[in-house]
């Protein structure tokens, strides 16, 4: 059975028992504590926990997941996806444990004829939660299970809850049996790639006041609405319908795996075994190809964009982990992505259409990656090579090694993996100080954790906001798109971390009022400033706006004077000056992204953007830097819009109206939320949550500074609007005017003028630059007869003021030269042309023959100019960088000699 009929079977059999189908909520999810989606039950969280009244009693859905944490299993075990998708029902309130488990057999046992998926009864095995007597009566009362096949398992198999204070709840799972081929007989308990779980079962029906890990909690009591949350895994039960090894196999992945294989000439299935830790490697990397290609492919589709944080480095580390095991396959001389992306996108499309219409966006990015991870192989290959030649042979040992902290440096900087690095270290006989390696990644890591949970406690602990919440019951009210004052009144006031009832004169708050004009940073918009007055007088400066959790905007506030009391109102006022710059920049923004897509065509999307008060900065995918004609013509068009005077104006519509009106920016939306357009006239149609101007006109001017790369397939342009632009652009007119005076030229004869001025003075100093070297030259007879005796030795040291190095290496040349070889010779000089000091060293065999090496001489003196260098041992030289330490250089090399000599 195909999955994508797997998937509708379900839809329609939970349909048919009164469930409303949910469309799957996009991966990355608007919660910002959330990396991606990772079961079907989290955009249905703000119902468990009581934040919002479900629209539904009973609900299903097929929701799109990603595990990072499952990463390292993918290829290794026969069922773990880092892209797969959840199969869902879900009971607000409704059924229960009965209801449950009895829809769940009846799916899964109904013969395929007559709608189900026909398991074999005999096949089915069930855990419950040690305590729940309830789970396994009703498995024997509604079943054909045996008790034999009711497996009780502890709390780290069989209770569910948050992770935080909350509703939690015994869950109770469902395992088929492979056979005997896939592993040791026994149970799920025994072996869970041959007992393959495919479908879990939360009966949500405690309060939990503390949760202190996945098996220490406290149970408060039992909830007032008991829920319903079950999870079938749709690529595990599509491996068993398939008759298939695992779920690399089935229908929407193995294409990619074939394709794979069929490029770099790897025969799949190498070892007869069923057991997926017994794999041979390569079916392992065949695996990770086809798996990590779909997680991308989803992921992109979803508006991730690769990066070095977040999602966007999930993305690039799948990204990069495919090319990389294709390249270990061996295919190494042509991307790959643009022969397997399309064969993802065949499969794929057939339950998620816009993945076709997308494609063009979608494979742009992804190319985008591969090139320039292609480009890091290439320059990281001469990098490695460097490290490597830079590691000493030790003839003792015979052994070379390179350090756990040259492996290090190259993965930090520049993006090698270790294996990469292993194995081309060792095509040279060079090993690699793993164990130091990893050592100095787990020093990374930890630091990098500290930063997070730093951070995360700056914004105060979730669980503070969370409570503010609680007690208001309700989403603040955002009253800022119709106005700037707001009366309002307190619902919470935060102090050092801790909820606090009051606070006084000098106190720096986080205040929650019930509503309140302040927008909070989000959707690249700066957040407001102003002040809070209290009816009772007291003065609130607002510094910052944010949105810690959804539905909460918390002002970071300092009480100016007076005092601020839970239950307080007062008006709530915001800097209009900021806010209707901020707005502009906003318009602004808007009008350049479609500007740039009307340049680009629809592939160039938002990838992040930043509206402050009079400037903005968009970043957009794109594989080539915007040419400066193009930039050209957006500003022209976008300023001759502006003149336009069109009318902006924000509507409130469904997502099929949205899609319908063309407007853009529609990934990252929870389905069924309605949505917010802002139009441009009826130019620019976005989605967006931000505050704007009222007309384009109030813009004045935008005034584009440039366009830059962030990365890879993200450009950069940031502008100026309003006031703003004007100055920049009035400072700009005023220094053409002094250039021009100074110059004595009109405004557009300054270019010809200022390139004439400086090929006249390249070729002063080209003169003087050769005066200097035949005037420098023509003194090395003289400097002959500067030369000394040390010990023996010959020395001549000279300080040459700013002659070039290349001037400066002909005439210790020319000096060796004329003092000859029948004494030992050193000649030592320095000079610094353009502020960068450079010393040379050179001696001759008669000094070489009684151990004088320029080399070292030049390395005592680099030293002291603050640089280093060296060379062979008849000519040295070394630089630095402070000039005023030029004569202690020399100083170095005669120290050295009379060491020595003297
Ligand atoms: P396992 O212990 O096998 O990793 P789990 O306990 O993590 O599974 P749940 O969190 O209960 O799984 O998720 C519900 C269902 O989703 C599972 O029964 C399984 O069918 C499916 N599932 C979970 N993780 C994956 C994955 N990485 N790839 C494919 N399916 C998965
Ligand atoms: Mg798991």
Same mark, same amino acid.
């Given at each position: 059975?195909?999955?994508?009929?797997?998937?509708?079977? @379900?839809l329609t059999f939970f349909e048919e028992k009164g469930h409303t189908v949910v469309p799957s909520a996009p991966l990355p999810f608007d919660d910002p504590n959330l990396l991606f989606v990772a079961a079907g039950m989290v955009p249905f969280v703000p119902y468990f926990v009581g934040q919002e009244t479900p629209k539904w009693s009973r609900a299903t859905s097929v929701q799109k997941c990603v595990r990072t944490p499952d990463l390292e299993e993918v290829g290794k075990t026969s069922?773990?996806?880092?892209?797969?998708?959840?199969?869902?029902?879900?009971?607000?309130?409704?059924?229960?444990?009965d209801g449950a488990i009895a829809y769940a057999w009846e799916l899964l046992t109904t013969p395929q004829p007559q709608g189900g998926y026909g398991l074999d009864p005999e096949k089915l095995w069930a855990t419950v939660y040690e305590d729940d007597d309830e789970a396994r009566g009703l498995w024997l009362e509604l079943t054909d299970i045996p008790a034999e096949r009711i497996?009780?398992?502890?709390?780290?198999?069989?209770? @569910?809850?948050? %992770?935080?204070?909350?509703?939690? %709840?015994?869950?109770? =799972?469902?395992?088929?049996?492979?056979?005997?081929?896939?592993? /040791?007989?026994? %149970?799920?308990?025994?072996?869970?790639?041959?007992?393959?779980?495919? @479908?879990?079962?939360?009966?949500?029906?405690? =309060? $939990?006041s503390a949760v202190r890990s996945k098996e220490d909690f406290d149970v408060r009591g039992p909830l007032p609405a008991r829920n319903v949350d079950t999870g079938l895994g749709l690529e595990r039960l599509a491996s068993v319908l398939q008759g298939v090894d695992n779920l690399y196999e089935i229908d929407e992945v193995f294409p990619v795996l074939d394709k794979a294989a069929e490029m770099t000439g790897k025969t799949y299935g190498q070892n007869p075994s069923h057991v997926a830790s017994e794999s041979h490697p390569d079916d392992v990397r065949l695996r990770v190809v086809a798996d990590h290609v779909r997680t991308s492919l989803m992921l992109i589709g979803d508006g991730v964009t690769p990066g070095n944080e977040g999602r966007g480095y999930v993305l690039r580390r799948m990204l990069r982990r495919?090319?990389?095991?294709?390249?270990?396959?061996? @295919?190494?001389? +042509?991307?790959?992505?643009?022969?397997?992306?399309?064969?993802?996108?065949?499969?794929?499309?057939?339950?998620?259409?816009? $993945?076709?219409?997308?494609?063009?966006?979608?494979?742009?990015?992804?190319?985008?990656?591969?090139?320039?991870?292609?480009?890091? $192989?290439?320059?990281?290959?001469?990098?490695?090579?460097?490290?490597? /030649?830079?590691?000493p042979s030790d003839p003792a040992q015979g052994a070379r090694e390179m350090s756990g902290a040259q492996a290090f440096a190259l993965h930090d900087t520049y993006g090698f993996p270790i294996d990469l690095t292993l194995e081309m270290a060792a095509e040279q006989g060079v090993s690699v100080d793993e164990p130091g390696f990893r050592r100095l990644m787990?020093?990374?890591?930890?630091?990098?954790?500290?930063?997070?949970?730093?951070?995360?406690? +700056?914004? %105060?602990?979730?669980?503070?906001?969370?409570?503010?919440?609680d007690a208001l019951g309700r989403d603040v009210e955002f009253t800022g798109y119709d106005e700037v004052v707001s009366e309002g009144r307190v619902r919470g006031i935060i102090r050092d971390g801790a909820n606090v009832d009051a606070a006084g004169t000098g106190d720096a708050i986080e205040l929650v009022l019930d509503r309140t004009p302040f927008y909070a940073e989000g959707g690249g918009q700066l957040a407001d400033g102003g002040r809070v007055e209290l009816a009772n007088g007291a003065v609130l400066e607002v510094r910052d706006v944010q949105k810690p959790i959804s539905g909460l905007i918390v002002h970071r506030a300092t009480v100016v004077f007076g005092e601020v009391t839970t239950g307080d109102v007062g008006n709530a006022e915001v800097d209009i000056e900021r806010r209707r710059s901020i707005s502009r920049a906003h318009t602004a923004t808007h009008m350049v992204h479609k500007a740039i897509r009307e340049a680009l065509g629809e592939t160039a999307t938002q990838a992040g953007s930043e509206n402050a008060p009079g400037r903005f900065?968009?970043?957009?995918?794109?594989?080539? +830097?915007?040419?400066?004609?193009? $930039? /050209?013509?957006? =500003?022209?068009?976008?300023?001759?819009?502006?003149?336009?005077?069109?009318?902006?104006?924000?509507?409130?519509?469904?997502?099929?109206?949205?899609? /319908?009106?063309?407007?853009?920016a529609l990934f990252g939306e929870k389905y069924g939320d309605a949505v917010r357009v802002v139009s441009v006239g009826d130019w620019a149609k976005e989605l967006c949550g931000g505050t704007h101007a009222q007309r384009s006109g109030q813009l004045g001017i935008v005034k584009l500074l440039g366009e830059s790369s962030i990365g890879s397939g993200v450009r950069r342009v940031e502008a100026l609007v309003g006031a703003d632009a004007y100055s920049f652009l009035a400072r700009e007119h005023a220094i053409v005017g002094q250039l021009s005076e100074v110059l004595k030229v009109r405004s557009e004869e300054l270019p010809e003028r200022v390139s004439g001025i400086l090929s006249r003075l390249r070729d002063a100093e080209r003169e003087i630059a050769g005066a200097r070297r035949e005037k420098a030259l023509a003194g090395a007879a003289r400097l002959v007869d500067t030369a000394r005796d040390i010990g023996g030795v010959t020395f001549v040291s000279h300080d040459a003021d700013a002659l070039a190095a290349d001037d400066l290496r002909s005439l210790v040349l020319d000096v060796r030269s004329r003092l000859g070889n029948e004494r030992s010779t050193v000649?030592?000089?320095? +000079?610094?042309?353009?502020g960068r000091p450079v010393v040379i060293a050179a001696t001759n065999a008669a000094a070489r023959d009684v151990g004088v090496k320029a080399g070292d001489l030049v390395r005592q003196a680099a030293r002291a100019l603050g640089g280093g260098g060296g060379g062979k041992d008849d000519l040295a030289q070394g630089g630095g960088t402070d000039p005023a330490k030029v004569s202690e250089a020399l100083g170095a090399i005669e120290g050295v000699l009379r060491e020595r000599h003297g």
């Open positions: 059975m195909e999955t994508a009929e797997i998937r509708r079977r @379900w069922r773990h996806g880092t892209f797969f998708q959840m199969n869902g029902n879900f009971s607000f309130g409704d059924y229960f444990k497996v009780k398992r502890g709390r780290r198999d069989n209770y @569910w809850h948050m %992770g935080i204070a909350g509703p939690g %709840g015994p869950s109770s =799972e469902i395992f088929i049996d492979r056979g005997a081929e896939y592993g /040791s007989d026994g %149970g799920p308990a025994v072996d869970e790639d041959r007992f393959m779980e495919i @479908w879990n079962l939360v009966f949500m029906q405690y =309060e $939990l495919a090319i990389r095991s294709m390249r270990l396959l061996g @295919w190494q001389d +042509a991307p790959s992505l643009p022969v397997l992306l399309p064969v993802s996108m065949a499969r794929m499309s057939q339950s998620y259409p816009e $993945l076709r219409t997308d494609f063009a966006r979608i494979s742009q990015v992804a190319y985008a990656e591969e090139e320039a991870f292609r480009r890091t $192989l290439a320059s990281g290959t001469t990098i490695l090579d460097t490290a490597v /030649s830079r590691i787990a020093e990374q890591r930890n630091r990098a954790k500290a930063d997070a949970t730093s951070k995360k406690s +700056a914004h %105060g602990d979730t669980a503070v906001y969370r409570r503010v919440a900065r968009f970043d957009f995918t794109a594989q080539q +830097a915007l040419a400066p004609s193009v $930039l /050209s013509d957006v =500003e022209t068009r976008v300023n001759a819009l502006l003149l336009e005077d069109l009318p902006v104006q924000a509507e409130v519509m469904t997502q099929e109206q949205a899609r /319908s009106l063309g407007a853009m000649v030592a000089m320095a +000079a610094a042309a353009n």
